[in-house]
């Protein structure tokens, strides 16, 4: 079993800048693609950025050339580090992480971030 803790979220002014955390622990080994997924109110979880462990990356469009996903494998630590965050950033975001060889996905229990003035 994975277990991800997410930290660095809350109130964050626009045109700000957010970073969020992620830790892995637990049963690490064959840790494969880490990333952040996020869901606002009414809406369903969608994607933000992943990373694989050779470090190759996606983004949603709604965060490109905002955000940046990165990640320390000796730490087994991921980080999203987004600028000039918006309102519509506002969410619950989740960390992600799924093995080599395992089908299941692993999540976080989420971080808050507000965008707001």
């Known amino acids: 079993q994975v277990r991800l803790v997410e930290s660095g979220g809350g109130l964050v002014q626009p045109g700000g800048s957010l970073r969020l955390s992620c830790r892995a622990s637990?049963?690490?080994?064959?840790?494969?693609?880490l990333g952040w997924y996020r869901q606002a109110p009414g809406n369903q979880r969608e994607l933000v950025a992943t990373?694989?462990?050779?470090?190759?990356?996606t983004y949603a469009d709604s965060v490109k050339g905002r955000a940046t996903i990165s990640r320390d494998n000796a730490k087994n630590t991921v980080y999203l580090q987004m600028l000039s965050p918006k309102p519509e950033d506002t969410a619950v975001y989740y960390c992600?992480?799924?093995?080599?060889?395992?089908?299941?996905?692993?999540w976080g229990k989420g971080t808050l971030v507000t965008v707001s003035s």
């Open positions: 992600y992480a799924d093995k080599f060889s395992d089908p299941r996905d692993y």
């Open positions: 637990g049963s690490i080994f064959g840790l494969n693609v």
């Open positions: 990373i694989t462990r050779s470090g190759r990356t």
